[in-house]
Every structure is written in C-alpha cells, then in structure tokens.
C-alpha cells in the first residue's frame, strides 16, 4: 500500500511540475498588448494597425524603411504572442501605376502596395481586396509619413488558390489599369 501510493505521489509531483513549466513558458512569451509582443519578435518594426477582432490582430509594419512586412498576433489565456512574421524587401522607387509587386502571409493573406488607392481598386477574382490608407493609420513619423504619401496597401484574406486573377481597376471609369495572375 506503502508503495503505491509514493507511486501516485511520484506522478502527481511529475505532472505538477510539468503543469508549472508549461505555464512559466506560456507566460514568459505572452504580451498584455499585440503591439508588445510583434516588437519582443522583430525590433525596429512602424506598426501599422489593420483590425483587432477577439482574440486576433493584423497588421503591416514596416521595418528600416525598407521592408514591409505582415503580422499576426493571438491572444491566449497568458497574453498575446505573435504568430507568423513575415518581412520582404520593399523598393518605394519601384511602386508605381500597377501591380509590381505582391506579397503572400501565411496561407490566407494576400497584399501588395499602390499608389493613390482611394482612386483604385483591387480584385483578387471576384473579391474586392480592403485599401488602407498607410498615412492615415502611422504613427506620427515624418520621414516616414513623406516616404508613405499617396500609397495604400491592399490586402485580402481568404484561402488563395493559384491562378487567381489579380486586376487594378480605375474607379472612375472601370478600366483595368494592370492585372496578373496568383501563381503559387
């Protein structure tokens, strides 16, 4: 009897030091804020905020000024801990009238960045992907705010599959100004 139960003694100490590691790693990385925990992941990161919806946020970032980037962050029961970071190499000179570049998060986020997106709009198939005026979201930063003048970056989540036709539509009178096709 002795025996069995320094037994059921010995797993429950086990299992109670496991219990106190697991959360002394979860609380260790977890932020009171999505902000605090995509800046413990990468430095040097302008955030910019998209939507925070429950226990999920986006954003876009830029970073050293040139790289634009992608972030989801999640809230657990400890905080919020960034997910999946993305940067990519990103050339304001190479911006321009169409679509030149675009970038892809994870299996469900699609952006790119265009000049005068108010004007604009992008659809990714039958979707219309969401415009965000950069400038109108930024921190308050000069050189970066200049550098961000009249761009947008346009975005959708949804599965992407390959061969997703790509079109930047004029507002004012529909015509396809570029378009191209998602080759994954």
Known sequence: MMLKSRGVLSILITVLLITVVVVMVGKSKAYEEPEEALHAVEEGLTLIPVKQINEAALYFFIKDDQHIGAAKVKKSIFGWKAGLVSVNPWERERTGEKLNRMFVHGEDLLYGVVRRGDERTVKVGNERAAMLDVTAVLPENKSIEHQWKGL?????????????EIELIHNGDREVIDSMVLKR
């Open 152 to 164: 947008s970056i346009w975005y959708i989540e949804k599965n992407l599959q390959s061969h997703n």
